[in-house]
């Protein structure tokens, strides 16, 4: 019987443990396929540029143990065109990830696509730089201090 395929999406900006755990635990649920926000999107979305360029995001998580295939995401504003294309069996959203998991899965019905909405509800903490905000924000303070 063929593995479920699962997807996570996001910009995977500066790897951190958060993103390992992750993808560790998209990999128990099959194999991962891992949509690198395009650096155009980041903008969109966040408000500011990514730090890292895409391909070399992308490049990096393709290394990272658990992933079976990194993408790059759709450049167009509609989000869900990717999950479209990939038609998974399982989208796992993070748990910071600032989307409605109801809001989502209505809206994958809506496109007649099978694939099933879950959330990792963890937040990795394990240790203390795990997210890209915290490894900036300590970044910026060590170079702040040298000064």
């Known amino acids: 019987m063929a593995r479920k395929q699962v997807v996570i999406a996001g910009t995977f900006d500066i790897l951190h443990p958060g993103h390992v755990f992750l993808i560790s635990e998209a990999a128990k649920l099959g194999d991962v396929v891992v949509v ?3 650096d155009k ?3 969109r979305v966040k408000g ?3 730090i890292v360029p895409e391909g070399q995001r992308r490049f990096m998580v393709q290394a ?3 992933v079976t295939k990194a993408v790059l995401g759709s450049e167009s504003t509609d989000l869900y065109r990717i999950i479209e294309q990939l038609d998974p069996d399982i989208l796992l959203l993070g748990p910071n990830q ?3 998991t109801e ?3 209505k809206e994958l019905q809506r496109r007649k696509l099978r694939t099933k909405v879950q959330r990792l509800e963890k937040l ?3 240790y203390p730089l795990s997210s890209t905000s915290a490894i900036v924000d300590k970044a910026l303070a060590t170079r ?3 000064q």
Request: charged share 30%; net charge positive.
């Open 36 to 38: 690198i926000a395009r």
């Open 103 to 105: 809001k989502v899965q």
């Open 41 to 43: 999107n980041v903008v």
């Open 48 to 50: 500011h540029p990514a």
């Open 64 to 66: 990272l143990k658990g």
């Open 144 to 146: 702040k201090s040298e």
């Open 98 to 100: 600032q989307v409605s």
């Open 124 to 126: 990795f903490k394990d």
